[in-house]
């Protein structure tokens, strides 16, 4: 299975393809927001992808429209929720982490 590392503490472990990078991220035990439950509406799971990004399911419309509204996006960001594990390996940025 692929891995997922985070940047902010180098934790790594591995996500099943197919599975939103919010629900690997939870069961992992990382404190994540996710005040809409991952519907896209909330934009607090918002994260950056700083390796792996093209692995990853492609954004859709309900995604793209919510991080127009958001502060500080990048290049590089994404919904947890709505980012999809790909086949090869990634990278975040916990960019709410405490
Ligand atoms: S949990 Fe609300 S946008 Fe992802």
Redesign the pocket.
């Known amino acids: 299975m692929p891995l997922l590392t985070i940047q902010n503490n180098g934790k790594t472990f591995e996500v099943e393809t197919g599975k939103s990078l919010?629900s690997a991220l939870l069961a992992a035990g990382e404190s994540i927001?996710?005040?809409?439950?991952?519907?896209?509406?909330?934009?607090?799971?918002?994260i950056a992808v700083t390796a792996g990004r093209k692995t990853l399911s492609k954004t859709q419309r309900a995604?793209n429209e919510?991080l127009d509204g958001i502060v500080g996006v990048s290049s590089n960001s994404r919904?947890?929720?709505?980012a999809m594990m790909g086949t090869e390996n990634i990278t975040v940025e916990l960019l709410s982490f405490v």
């Open positions: 919010l927001l996710h005040k809409c439950d991952g519907k896209a509406e909330c934009g607090s799971c918002h995604e919510k919904l947890a929720c709505q």
